[in-house]
């Protein structure tokens, strides 16, 4: 029965995106979408919907007095190195320069603001809930910042590279890094204005500007499924086979590489040094981090960015269907070491 539960909690984290998705593919097939509709629309939910979707969520941050430290330069360490470990792949086994940093987001850069925050507090309650939303201050704009920098430094200009000051501006003008910087200014400000006899801030968003604030969150709460719709609509199956290979290079990183090492690692280094202490609200924060499909974003990213686009839904819709069978087996695993 414990393992028919797991299966079917697996299932239901991941089966909305699918259901979304495939709603996208039958609404364009059926010609109910337009291409112009996906077009704008794509464009809609990269420049508003998810700068205000990260916005909101790293704006609902309590407090950052309680951080765990050990599990921030933990997850940063894994990203980061992730990142570095999968440039030097793509260099030597992706030969199309479109693709490669394409797959290289992949690797490195997981769905962890839409489902990642969910799936942590389905599997470990509060407590791996409030870990998360301290990790996503940290990790959203490094994963977003290393996903500009991936998507940047492979496609030529003409006959050269992007300079540095080139991949510096893509990163500053990039939406999604503008609506972290943004929340995490206004979280800044938040911080240091005082507070009545209640413990009330005399002045926030949410409570002086109510207006604004559910504006903005209202805006953020279409995003997902907006995402997965256009995504759904420019999906083509036939197009699976001409990039197989670098299908299986990314699921394969995004959903076994990364995820085992870094769970791996976080359960040695905690049971056998005194470098970090893992507690049972941690390892369910580290599954949703490191283990989730890739972000959904990161196609719309492509597109925009003159990398292979195609190759970039291909790979959240496949990350998306396999990570069903690959947080189950994880589940599993924590779960008979007592670690969840």
Not at 158 to 187: A, Q, R, T, Y
């Amino acid at each position: 029965m414990e393992f028919l539960n797991t299966l079917w909690f697996a299932f239901n984290a991941v089966m909305p995106i699918i259901l979304l998705i495939l709603l996208g593919y039958f609404l364009r097939k059926k010609n109910f979408l337009s291409d112009d509709f996906l077009r704008v629309g794509n464009k809609f939910a990269f420049k508003l919907c998810m700068p205000a979707l990260l916005f909101i969520n790293i704006y609902s941050i309590g407090s950052f007095s309680e951080i765990k430290w050990d599990v921030v330069i933990f997850s940063e360490i894994i990203i980061i190195s992730a990142f570095l470990i999968g440039l030097l792949f793509v260099k030597i086994f992706v030969k199309d320069d479109r693709k490669k940093g394409v797959v290289l987001q992949c690797i490195f850069r997981s769905n962890f603001a839409i489902i990642g925050i969910p799936l942590s507090e389905s599997l470990g309650g509060a407590g791996a809930l409030e870990i998360v939303a301290i990790l996503s201050a940290f990790t959203i704009p490094t994963f977003n910042i290393l996903a500009v920098t991936s998507l940047s430094i492979f496609v030529k200009d003409g006959e050269s590279k992007p300079s540095f000051k080139k991949i510096l501006l893509n990163i500053c003008k990039n939406p999604l890094i503008i609506g972290v910087v943004l929340g995490l200014v206004c979280l800044g400000i938040r911080a240091l204005i005082p507070t009545n006899s209640s413990g009330e801030l005399y002045f926030s968003l949410k409570g002086s500007l109510p207006f604004l604030y559910k504006a903005i969150e209202n805006l953020s709460k279409i995003c997902s499924p907006l995402a997965l719709i256009i995504l759904g609509g420019m999906f083509d199956f036939s197009a699976v086979k001409g990039m197989l290979k670098e299908i299986i290079y990314g699921t394969a990183g995004r959903l076994v590489v990364v995820p085992g090492v870094a769970i791996l690692l976080g359960v040695l280094l905690s049971k056998y040094t005194n470098l970090i202490n893992f507690d049972s609200s941690v390892y369910p924060a580290l599954i949703a981090l490191f283990g989730s499909p890739v972000a959904v974003s990161s196609a719309i990213m492509a597109e925009s960015m003159n990398n292979d686009g195609e190759l970039g839904g291909q790979l959240v819709v496949w990350t998306s269907v396999f990570s069903i069978l690959t947080i189950f087996i994880f589940v599993v695993i924590l779960r008979s070491l007592a670690l969840i």
